[in-house]
Structure formats: structure tokens, C-alpha cells
């Protein structure tokens, strides 16, 4: 994995920049549900790889940066620490 990381504080700025309907309170609590579930060992529900935390932050399952975007090139995506 290449993923570039990102602080989850760095991430829900660039978020709420993007999407300014969105409360940055709930993006943090969103994104740290995720990372949860990756550091407690959640799998992707497609093929069983580790998930990928921001993408199943948002993308409505746990998934992996594959099974999520279809792309295999994830060295221009973002992860949380």
C-alpha cells in the first residue's frame, strides 16, 4: 500500500472544504469509527483484505481501496493515521 497519510484533523479540513454541508465534528467521528474497525482487524466484505479506513468512512461498507474504487494505484489516495 502507497497511500499517502494524512492526520485525521488534516483530512476532515480538506473534507469540509470540499463538502461544506458537512459538520467537521461528524466527519472526525466518522473517520475514527473506521480506523477502529481497521486497527480491530475488519475485513473488506468483497474479497477479505484489510479495509481501507477513509474510503470505509464513506463509501457505505468496509472496504478495500480496490473493492471500493476499482482502481489498483492508490499512490494519489489518502489514509488517516
Known sequence: MTLKLIAINAYAKKHIKNNPGDKIH???ET???AVKRQKDGASCA???QP???LGSAFSG???CFT???GESDDSADYEVY
Do not use: H, N, R
Request: glycine share 12%; net charge negative.
Open 26 to 28: 461528524d466527519v472526525k
Open 67 to 69: 473493492c471500493i474504487t
Open 46 to 48: 468483497v474479497c477479505g
Open 61 to 63: 461498507f468496509d472496504g
Open 31 to 33: 473517520v475514527k469509527d
Open 51 to 53: 479495509i481501507w479506513a
